[in-house]
């Protein structure tokens, strides 16, 4: 785990709704239903020789990246908007945005039942009207790479990974909307923790028992961002697919593996001192790991579990991994959500200084567009923990395979 706001980041904490237990903004992160998904194409890394710097330079024109960077050409009146909020990908689809297959290939569908858009406030509507579509800042990215190696060649076949299968990893979230639900929910929490006599030692660890009316509203709210976060992703997958067309042909279809959410509180069946029981379980820095046969599974994930996308850097690999018993027994169905930081930005940013930093990502065969240097500086390669290193951890520890 890494430090966070409230809860650490790789936090999974899960209540008892019939116990007391709470729900916390803080427990979800500012950046709501912050995820992974992952595409796969029918074509081999071969196939890219000398077309991949066209190839970005599309994709960075068709998909805005940076901080506050918006309009990605969907339109959204205030009707829409709403639709976009309880609909999630479902929405998107049925606008046109993405296949019908899309949707069983992403975590819950692609759509969290019970998102109340009226409980998101005006302000936070308006932060994400013209950012569906759009990656952010930060460490979030679209990156194209190729199956490097495979570990249990049963499963790489069963996701349509086999070696040399060139892919598209998008990490982002619900933007500007997410951030501002989380801002819009903190003081009221901390208020209600307060009134309930619950005592904090950070301000960021607000929460409100879950039979409250302010819980069941952030409930609402959060999943209203989860909603769009998945539309998001949704979004600039479908617009990775346009160019992907354009630029290499009908063969270069993608098909979605699937997309996982690593900031997010919801309701799943767990079993705790023997008894099966509801809880509230949210995942902070923490992605679902569910095990073969689990109902939540598409039937052609079934036999396989669920799929855990950790992305490791901008220089080294990323992981697919599978959700495992052991996670369902041990962590409330979790696994990590990826390397976690080594060096704070600063720092990162102090130790790029001076340095050829694309010429050094170009020795290792890695091309980059960025929406400004520094946000490469900050997102260096080695301000991150080498994912294999967690990678091994989480495999040793039973938590995804
Ligand atoms: N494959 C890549 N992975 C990256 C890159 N930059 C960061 N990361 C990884 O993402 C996780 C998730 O971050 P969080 O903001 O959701 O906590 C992070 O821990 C890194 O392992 C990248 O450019 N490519
Ligand atoms: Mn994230
Ligand atoms: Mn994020």
């Known amino acids: ?80 908007i709403r639709r976009l909020l309880r609909g999630g990908a479902e929405w998107a689809v049925e606008v046109g945005l993405g296949e019908p297959e899309d949707l069983a290939r992403i975590e819950d569908g692609g759509r969290l039942a019970g998102a109340d858009p009226e409980a998101v406030s005006d302000r936070a509507i308006e932060r994400g009207r013209d950012q569906v579509g759009t990656v952010g800042s930060g460490n979030h990215f679209i990156e194209l790479g190729c199956v490097d190696a495979v570990y249990d060649a049963v499963a790489a076949e069963g996701l349509g990974l086999a070696p040399g299968t060139v892919t598209v990893l998008i990490h982002s979230g619900s933007r500007g909307l997410g951030h501002q639900v989380c801002d819009d929910f903190l003081p009221t929490m901390d208020r209600i923790a307060e009134y309930h006599g619950i005592r904090l030692p950070d ?48 063969s270069a279809a993608l098909a979605l593996v699937y997309d996982v959410a690593h900031n997010i509180a919801k309701f799943e069946r767990h079993r705790v001192d023997g008894e099966e029981r509801e809880l509230c379980v949210h995942r902070k820095g923490a992605t679902r790991a569910f095990p073969p046969g689990h109902p939540a599974l598409p039937g052609a994930l079934q036999g396989l579990g669920q799929p855990v996308l950790l992305p490791g850097d901008m220089g080294r690999c990323s992981y697919v991994l599978l959700g495992t018993e052991g996670a369902f027994a041990e962590t409330f169905g979790s696994c990590a959500h990826g390397a976690g930081r080594r060096l704070s930005r600063r720092q990162a940013k102090r130790a790029a200084a001076g340095r050829d930093l694309d010429a050094e990502l170009a020795g290792q065969g890695v091309e980059v567009r960025a929406s400004s ?14 994912i294999a290193d967690v990678v091994d951890v989480v495999d040793r520890a039973g938590i995804g395979r």
Do not use: H, W
């Open 373 to 386: 240097r520094a946000t490469v500086a900050e997102e260096l390669s080695e301000a991150y923990k080498d």
């Open 203 to 250: 301000p960021q660890l607000a929460c409100a028992p879950l039979d409250t009316a302010a819980a069941q509203d952030y409930l609402g709210a959060m999943r209203a961002a989860a909603n769009y976060a998945y539309v998001n992703r949704q979004v600039m997958a479908q617009r990775v697919r346009e160019v992907f067309a354009e630029r290499l042909g009908a």
């Open 1 to 80: 785990m890494e430090n966070g706001f409230g809860f650490p980041i790789g936090g999974v904490a899960a209540f008892d709704p019939r116990r007391g237990g709470v729900v916390s903004p803080g427990g979800v992160g500012y950046d709501i239903n912050c995820g992974v998904r992952l595409l796969r194409s029918g074509l081999t890394a071969d196939a890219l020789e000398g077309r991949l710097p066209g190839l970005m330079d599309r994709l960075a024109a068709r998909i805005p990246a940076g901080l506050g960077r918006g309009y990605a050409g969907v339109g959204l009146r205030n009707v829409d």
